[in-house]
């Protein structure tokens, strides 16, 4: 039990109803990822744009439409950044100010 899709309003990042038949059943991941749940697709080239998965898009439309819809949507985005902080600082064993956020990589 890894995880499983959830509606992206309660999106953290994981919960425990994701079942695999086995560890070495790829299956349920390559269905989050479109371009190769098709078959007969492998892409191991993933070093500059690897293909976007149904979480990630799922996480950028809930940013778009509280952008588009939401009057004033940066306190929430702020508070949403903080839980995540602290989160992955638990995750990581460290303080959570010491783990920043930014826009890109670049």
Do not use: C
Not at 21 to 36: A, C, G
Not at 62 to 72: N, P, Q, S, T, V
């Amino acid at each position: 039990m890894v995880g499983r899709i959830i509606p992206y309003e309660d999106q953290i990042f994981t919960s425990q109803d994701f079942n695999f038949s086995s560890k070495y059943d790829v299956e349920k991941y390559r269905e989050l990822v479109p371009v190769v749940s098709k078959p007969g697709i492998t892409y191991v080239n993933a070093s500059f744009q690897p293909p976007m998965n149904t979480i990630v898009r799922n996480g950028l439309d809930k940013f778009l439409d509280e952008a588009e819809y939401e009057i004033h949507p940066k306190p929430k985005w702020q508070a949403t950044t903080q839980a995540t902080r602290e989160l992955l600082a638990t995750v990581f064993n460290v303080p959570a100010n010491s783990l920043a956020f930014t826009r890109d990589t670049t």
